[in-house]
């Protein structure tokens, strides 16, 4: 995965909210009591051992009105402690034991993120894009299509991303996501006017005066030292053969068309860089567009190569 791990960590979302709601709802039981252990873990960070004192929990009390969200509690704490295969098959196993139960909606949504964080972005868009076919009417919804046209960003198809947040106003007006994903269609339209070269015209251009393409890109100190290297050696080469020395004629003369050919090869190279550069400083912008909202918490400014990320989420 190209994009998916950088400008939206440390974001911090508290996804068990709903289960802490019904945690509080009901009177206090045996494991309810019990689990204040299991609770402190968890707030304090160690999420393995947390994972494991939840486990017992639900050994000891697998009949419990609060077991699933005993069983979402040890997903969220493998997921929070990085290990997110066992986060995927604790999500899975809540979503098949209590099918209906209000966390089965947040656990398939955090079972897409698991899959998108551990860098399988394919499996994590097929995992969204059956989320929103069963819960189009969740309030994580609104999320799942925005991190959908995120991960369509990330494999540098912006007319899908565009299409993708397009219907989150439409569908879901009152979102926050509303707002941003309008702002974002925006800029995604401004990407015609993104200055580009045309590797047909550069590698021309190299043909009919070595150099030239690259300078077309941009490269001017490239272009010249191969229009002087070029030029050199063919007048060398040239030189040799008109005296009837074709033993060093020969030799200039291949290294020379060498010289020739990397030019124009690179001079092609040179636009197609051109042109990705380009795509990663509005790919830069829409990710200062994103952190700019606010939607994602605090997100650190990025350094070196961006890459776009959906969340490191604690839970």
């Known amino acids: 995965m190209n994009i998916l791990l950088h400008i939206l960590a440390q974001c911090r979302i508290v996804s068990c909210i709903a289960g802490l709601v019904t945690f509080a709802a009901v009177p206090p039981t045996t494991a309810t009591v019990e689990s204040a252990f299991a609770d402190s873990l968890f707030r304090e960070g160690d999420y393995l051992n947390a994972a494991h004192e939840y486990k017992r929990l639900l050994f000891l009390h697998p009949d419990t009105l609060q077991s699933d969200f005993i069983a979402f509690r040890i997903a969220a704490s493998y997921q929070n402690a990085g290990n997110l295969e066992n986060a995927i098959r604790a999500y899975r196993f809540l979503i098949d034991t209590y099918p209906e139960s209000p ?4 656990a398939k949504n955090n079972v897409a993120q698991c899959h998108i964080l551990s860098g399988d972005s394919d499996q994590g868009l097929e995992s969204l894009k059956r989320f929103l076919v069963e819960h189009e009417e969740s309030n994580l919804a609104p999320r799942a299509h925005f991190t959908i ?7 540098w198809e912006w007319t899908e991303a565009a299409r993708v947040w397009h219907t989150i106003p439409l569908a879901y007006p009152k979102s926050p996501f509303a707002e941003i994903s309008n702002r974002l269609i925006e800029q995604v339209k401004s990407m015609e006017a993104l200055p580009r070269r045309s590797a047909a015209i550069a590698g021309a251009l190299s043909v009919l005066v070595p150099g030239s393409g690259q300078v ?7 272009g010249i030292y191969a229009f002087v290297s070029v030029a050199v050696l063919g007048s060398a080469s040239f030189y ?13 003369g291949i290294l020379g068309a060498f010289f020739y050919g990397n030019s124009i090869y690179q001079s092609i190279q040179n636009t197609l860089d051109f042109n990705r550069q380009q795509e990663q400083l509005f790919r830069n912008k829409l990710q200062q567009e994103i952190r700019d909202s606010g939607l994602f918490g605090a997100i650190p400014s990025p350094r070196d190569e961006v890459k776009l990320v959906l969340w490191k989420s604690r839970f």
């Open 216 to 222: 077309y890109s941009g490269h001017i100190v490239d």
């Open 149 to 155: 046209g995120l991960l369509h960003i990330d494999q």
């Open 103 to 106: 966390l089965v909606a947040r």
């Open 240 to 252: 040799y053969a008109d005296q009837g020395r074709y033993e060093v004629a020969i030799p200039i």
